[in-house]
């Protein structure tokens, strides 16, 4: 739908509220240039926008799809296409919201069709209006207004991303295990952004070519490529980080997994002992409880019990034990037995 349609000339909008097309593009030849702003239009109403300004039938494709890096392309009749990536912190989902901004820029028109609700363009239009100055440049002024806004609103997203970073940091670093798909999450997050920043540093620098943008506003655009060079570059320094600390956390979790296993193994050590100790006297006893004969008439007194079923008892027990002692101090299969050098004295010694 069309948000607003403005018509600009010596520096001041020309009108109260929106304008027709018809009467927008009827107006281009009294010199000025109008500025149109869509939001998601349909494939009607931009095959509409087509035929009153004359635009590339590719161009007009291009403002329909979503693109994932920023781009600028000029066509034959001398119209550019600047396509921005936008993007917006959300607090509540903790998730980074992003949208794209078509520009169609010439010299007696600027049409902005925007996608995704963190693409919004009023307050860059409203800043640029109170700038007479910069508006009777003529169009490469809108462009300026929403490369500045669009680079200005990277910052926050920044903020919240190396906040997010700092607190999974803090935890991963401290010891603790953190959420391995969260990391994943930041990092992919991380990864769109910087495809949303980086080639963007290709069409500013487009248009600080000679002759590509009005004397005037060179300085704002280098102002506007400064501020995209420190967002490039931290969005980069997150990337790494997150890198690291993914590292990190698989580490983190391997130290967890290899003390759960210690504590398996030595739970098992234990339970083995235990079975092993139980092992022959479960033999003695099932087999003093068999109802032989010889057993039963053998055993009459206290003393035979004594010494056939307490001693039973106890003479496995003993062996077990010195063989559990020996086996512990003989090496393991495969490891060298190690003994103890005795130094010797040199010869001639008296010691």
């Not at 790494?240 to 098992?268: C, F, G, H, P, Y």
């Amino acid at each position: 739908m069309i948000v607003d349609c403005a018509y600009y000339r010596d520096g001041r909008r020309q009108h109260e509220g929106a304008v027709s097309l018809e009467e927008a593009a009827a107006r281009r030849a009294q010199g000025g240039f109008v500025w149109l702003g869509m939001f998601e239009p349909g494939p009607d109403e931009l095959a509409r926008v087509r035929e009153t300004f004359g635009l590339h039938e590719l161009a007009v494709e291009d403002a329909q799809a979503f693109h994932l890096r920023p781009k600028a392309e000029q066509y034959e009749d001398g119209t550019e296409l600047i396509i921005l990536r936008t993007a917006r912190y959300d607090d509540e989902r903790e998730e980074v919201d992003t949208g794209e901004i078509s520009i169609f820029l010439g010299e007696q028109f600027v049409i902005t069709v925007r996608q995704g609700i963190a693409s919004e363009l009023a307050s860059a239009r409203s800043r640029l209006e109170r700038r007479p100055e910069l508006l009777r440049t003529g169009t490469a002024s809108t462009l300026w207004a929403i490369l500045d806004q669009v680079v200005d609103s990277y910052a926050p997203v920044v903020s919240e991303l190396e906040r997010d970073i700092e607190q999974i940091e803090a935890t991963v670093f401290s010891g603790a295990v953190a959420p391995t798909e969260r990391i994943y999450f930041l990092r992919r997050e991380a990864t769109d952004f910087y495809r949303a920043v980086h080639p963007l540093l290709a069409v500013l620098n487009r248009r600080l070519q000679p002759g590509k943008s009005p004397t005037e506003l060179l300085p704002y655009f280098r102002d506007v490529h400064d501020h995209l060079l420190l967002v490039n570059e931290e969005v980069a320094a997150q990337r790494d980080l997150l890198a690291t600390v993914l590292e990190a956390n698989i580490a983190v979790i391997s130290v967890e997994q290899n003390k759960i296993n210690l504590r398996q193994s030595d739970t098992m050590e234990r339970l083995t002992i235990l079975a092993t100790v139980f092992l022959p006297l479960s033999f003695v006893v099932g087999f003093f409880g068999q109802n032989f004969g010889w057993l039963i008439g053998h055993i009459a007194g206290f003393t035979a019990f004594l010494v056939l079923t307490v001693s039973g008892l106890l003479a496995p027990c003993v062996v077990l034990y010195v063989w559990l002692r020996r086996r512990r101090r003989q090496p393991g299969p495969g490891m060298p037995e190690v003994r103890t050098a005795v130094p010797h004295a040199p010869a001639g010694s008296t010691k």
